[in-house]
């Protein structure tokens, strides 16, 4: 058995729970989890807020760690070998999509790392809220050791949801852009938006969290509750990248984009967005959104943050501190990530 944490229904708190790994299929790699980085959407579903999620369940898709062992077919990892397992653990690999390396896209559906279903036994994934996982080698990426293994922990979801929007789009010099939310998701976009050379701007609720933008590659803040600073930069940014947890007021950040601005929402409420067709008929602007990154963008993502010695900031907890960690994310108190030292779990 493995120790974990889940929560048994929609309002339990997290609590210690033991889980069963599978045996080792031939291509399969065992994973010892070292640290677990602490999203949003572990919060989300917990408390099934998205709906659907299957109890209990043990959260977290932010996971780095070592290999203890591997099956018989697989090439890419030994014993010993640094490794990492973001969100999703599977999908068909043969579809349009995943021949395309976006398997997030894959049209059968790809299987999360936690509330998923395992494609062979149908049995429901668990998470890396615990000791040690399984996963298909395709999934597992390459981790180097030039960065401080704890704070590689988010780049495997809040590194990648934002690198792959900002790639798509080509965000780069010559660009200014808006990042809205400076949490998990946001700080990364922050750094790695300034890193391909656009002029980034923090949308933030929180003055509270302007020097850390500006230390992180933020030029200028606005605080968003402050209808003059907003007014200010009206029409002025090229792309929004939205990273926003909580309801919030759509058009109010669109009326913020130049002509054929872009704003890409990653950030996921529960509650649908409400836009008026104005709002984007104005400019031709356009509302569009992004699910995190496939496995070679992943890789891609995870081989630029070592060479350019970008990470997560993050504040290390005990597995313990999880419940009290989820509440200060809900109000916005998260500098920036939380992540889990997993020998905090015994
Ligand atoms: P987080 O660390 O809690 O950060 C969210 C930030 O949003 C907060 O720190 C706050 O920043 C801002 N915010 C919160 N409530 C707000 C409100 N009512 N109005 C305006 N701003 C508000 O969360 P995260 O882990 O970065 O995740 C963010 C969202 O992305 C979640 O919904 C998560 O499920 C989703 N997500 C999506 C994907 C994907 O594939 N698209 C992947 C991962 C996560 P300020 O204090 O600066 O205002
Ligand atoms: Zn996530
Ligand atoms: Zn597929």
Redo the contacts with the bound molecule.
Sequence with gaps: MTKAYAAQTTDSPLAPFEIQRRDLRPNDVQIEILYCG????D??QARNE?KGTIYPIVPGHEIVGRVTAVGNDVTKFKSGDLAGVG?MVDSCRECVNCKKGLE?YCKVGNVQTYNGRDRITGDVTYGGYSKEVVVREEFVLSISDKLPLAQVAPLL??GI?TYSPLRHWKVGKGHKIAV????????MGLKLAASFGAEVT?????PD?EAD?RRLGAQKFVN?RDPEQLKAVAGYFDFILD??????DYALYLKLLNTDGVMM?????PTPARVPVFTLMDARRSLA?????GIPETQEMLDYCAEHGISSDIEIIDIAYINEAYER??K???R??FVIDMASLT
Aim: glycine fraction near 14%.
């Design positions: 602490v999203c949003h959407s919060l989300h998205w969100c997030q979801c809040a949801t809205v939310g400076l949490g998990g998701l946001g700080h923090m949308l933030s609720t929180s969290k933008a968003t990273t926003v947890s909580a309801e919030h929402c990653v950030g996921a409420p959104a992004s699910g995190i990154g994310m809900l916005s108190d998260v920036y990530r």
